[in-house]
C-alpha cells in the first residue's frame, strides 16, 4: 500500500512540475532554508531584547548574600569600593553601611555614582555634589532642604538595599589627659602616711601626747622657781 501511494506522489510530482522527485525535494528544502535565514533579519525587535536580556542574565552569576560586618572604620570600609570583584559593594549613608552590590551598574567601577563606593557619601548626597571634599560623613552646616534631600536618599536605601554595619567614630580624648595608668605605691610612699597620721592633731582637741608633754614643761618650772 505505502509503495503504491509513493509511485503515485512521484508520478504527480513529475507531472506537474516536470521535474524528478528528487529535484523537487532538494528545491523544497532550499526554500525552507532561506525563509528561515530572512525570517531572522526581519522578527520582531522585542523578541531579540529578550533573548539577549536572557542570555544575559544566563551569563550573570548570583549575588552571594550579604555578610553582616559589624561596626568598621572609614579607612576598612575603603576596600569595598568595588575594585576588588571579590568584595561586596558597600556604602553609607549617615553612619549606616549598605550593600550596594545588586547595583553594581551604579555604583561600581565606571558606574554614575563610582566615587560613592566605600566611603559616607552623606554629604556628597544632601548637595548632590561630586566634589572630594563633600565625600564625608559630615553634615554639619547643611540647610533644611539639603538634609531634606538626605533623608530622601536614606529612605531609598533602607527599603531597598540591606544594612551590613555601621561605622565607627572615634573618641578624641582630651588635652592634658593621660592614658597611662597610675603606678602602684611603693613601701616608702605607704609608710609615709602612716607618719603623718602619727604627728596629725586630733579633731577634737590636742593629741594625748602633746598634752603630757605641756605638763611635764609646766611642772619643771614649778619646782625652779622654789
Known sequence: MALQVWETLKESITAYTGVSPAAFFTILALMWA???????FFGSPDQHHQERSKSFEEQMEPLPPPVQLGEVTEEEL?????????????????GQIYDVSQSRMFYGPGGPYALFAGKDASRALAKMSFEDADLTGDISGLGPFELEALQDWEYKFMSKYVKVGTIKKDIPVADGASSEEPAAPTEHDAAKPAEHEAVKPSENGPSETATAGAEETTSGGDVKEE
Open 34 to 40: 532561506v525563509y528561515y535565514v530572512v525570517s531572522g
Open 78 to 94: 575603603k576596600q569595598y569600593d568595588g575594585s576588588d570583584p571579590k568584595n561586596p559593594l558597600l556604602m553609607a549613608i549617615k
